[in-house]
């Protein structure tokens, strides 16, 4: 029998989710859904220390923004709650104990004084097999002393007692078998009694065991903690129902070697986080993907590559193609180039997809922004004018300066333009060109291209010079679409309106 798909994402909320943790949420994700699986979203709060406020909220709405749906979590319930793991240590302490009536662990009291002096003398040292005889726990002290210890409130830790001599196997989905001696392992610490809590190697497998996880996919960065693991499951008697191991490969910077971080980001400008952070401690601001303007599309659609291929060269893939054609298969084991370009290769993709009307919703309170008043114009005018330059960019807001002339007429005109194209005559051709235009019924591209090409042939005229300085008048600069798709959108009027403020603001050169 094959048991159904249960995975899980399990962050710690210690910061904001990095665009690595991202991948590995998706990952999940696409396995849970392609496999008609659940997907579990744990919150690791077990380490005090390190919990930050806000994370867990920024961890739910980078999900909800991508479209990673989660099944069971802390927002969703489900039947395996509490999915919090600092509401779990009822469930952690029996299982503690568990382990140590039989004998798989051990309580231990050495301070931190007492361990960093141990460090001091011994090189190397470790706390294991050949070590803890000479330590103050449970093995080496009397029983009625522990307990008395105990009474008296003397802090303790709960430590695995690890066997060595032992080939320890990881099986995983990736990387094939792994086998590593267990006397290279330290007998972790599972527990302690200070803040009542387990580590994260405990309530990790715990949780895992209890909420009947079928695949452990994670970073490669865990991939240290998986003999450890392995022999958890065994020391629980759960060895039959452990999970698979698939461990991520790891993503490296864009250049150079190593794995990414958020200085590359800086460094290279692109973000390494979902959505802009503001760090509540040192009041630091990190950008995100969402505020750089990314569609979430665009970004899952980038990191499902970055160590995974649907097996042919396909790239772009909506979410419901991941879905389908995700497999381990084809998943790599060596890292993945963070191709930040490829990102905005996508986002610019994605655009060429977005209706008009939707690209102009998301437009419009950009230019807003800018202080210009949109609601002089009807949606469909906007629709259009972002239509038309659709094509040229790679982010919504690359629109704010590209289709600004389409809703503020230029009032300048850039020097190096004018310089070029404005030349003595070209005044006087510009009013020609306005009378012209002003006798056209139609002013669609269509009619009123021919109609101005004519003239130019029959006055034997410089066709460059012309639809260039028609351009500078109309658009402040010689750059935009097609001139007549231009001047369609923006309409007869406004076109010769235009021309003849540039003829009264323009001065020509001296001949
Ligand atoms: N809480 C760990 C983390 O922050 C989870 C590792 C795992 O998935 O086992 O990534």
Redesign the pocket.
């Known amino acids: 029998m094959t048991r159904p798909v249960r995975v899980?994402?399990?962050?710690?909320p210690?910061g904001p989710l990095h665009i690595g943790?991202v991948r590995?949420a998706l990952y999940n994700y696409l396995f849970a859904r392609k496999h008609g699986g659940t997907m579990i979203l744990r919150i690791?709060d077990t380490d005090s220390q390190r919990f930050v406020p806000g994370a867990e909220e920024y961890i739910n709405e980078a999900l909800a923004w991508l479209g990673i749906g989660i099944d069971e979590g802390v927002r969703e319930g489900g039947p395996f709650g509490p999915y919090k793991q600092s509401e779990r240590r009822d469930i952690y302490r029996r299982h503690v104990q568990m382990l140590l009536d039989a004998g798989k662990a051990y309580i231990a009291f050495d301070t931190p004084e007492e361990l960093e002096a141990k460090r001091a003398a011994v090189a190397n040292f470790q706390y294991d097999a050949h070590t803890r005889g000479q330590m103050r726990n449970s093995l080496t002290l009397p029983a009625d002393e522990v307990k008395a210890l105990i009474d008296s409130g003397a802090k303790y830790v709960v430590r695995f007692k690890i066997e060595p001599g032992r080939d320890v196997e990881v099986n995983d989905l990736l990387r094939g078998k792994v086998v590593i001696k267990s006397d290279i392992l330290d007998d972790k610490v599972l527990y302690k009694s200070a803040d009542d809590l387990p580590t994260?190697h405990l309530a990790?497998i715990v949780d895992d065991h209890l909420m009947e996880v079928s695949h452990?996919i994670?970073?490669e960065e865990?991939l240290p903690?998986a003999p450890l693991h392995v022999l958890l499951y065994e020391a629980f008697g759960w060895s039959d129902t452990a999970p698979e191991f698939v461990h991520l490969p790891l993503l490296l910077k864009p250049d150079g070697k190593g794995k990414l971080s958020k200085r590359d980001g800086d460094r290279l400008g692109f973000p390494v986080f979902p959505l802009e952070w503001h760090d509540p401690k040192s009041g630091e601001v990190s950008s995100g993907y969402r505020e750089s303007g990314y569609l979430p599309q665009a970004v899952v659609n980038f990191l499902a590559l970055l160590g995974w291929n649907p097996g042919d060269d396909t790239e772009v893939m909506s979410m419901d193609e991941l879905i389908e054609k995700f497999s381990f298969e084809h998943c790599s084991r060596s890292g993945a180039r963070f191709a930040f370009d490829k990102g905005k290769w996508f986002n610019h993709t994605y655009l060429q997809q977005l209706p008009d009307d939707e690209l102009a919703r998301l437009f419009t309170p950009l230019m807003e922004a800018e202080g210009v008043d949109m609601s002089a114009f009807t949606p469909e005018y906007v629709s259009r004018a972002v239509g038309s330059l659709k094509s040229r960019i790679n982010f919504v807001k690359d629109l704010t300066e590209q289709a600004r002339f389409y809703f503020v007429a230029p009032t300048e005109y850039a020097a190096k333009d004018v310089a070029k194209r404005w030349k003595p005559g070209t005044a006087a051709l510009m009013r020609q060109l306005a009378e012209l235009l002003g006798g056209l019924d139609d002013f669609s591209a269509a009619a009123a291209e021919p109609v101005v090409m004519d003239w130019i042939k029959t006055n034997e005229l410089h066709m460059g010079n012309v639809m260039n300085a028609f351009r500078l008048a109309v658009v402040g600069e010689c750059k935009g679409p097609h001139m007549f798709e231009i001047t369609e959108i923006i309409g007869k009027d406004e076109t010769i309106k235009r021309l003849l403020q540039a003829v009264d603001r323009i001065d020509e050169p001296a001949v």
């Open positions: 899980r994402f399990a962050p710690s210690t943790g590995t690791e994260y990790n452990v994670r970073g865990w903690s």
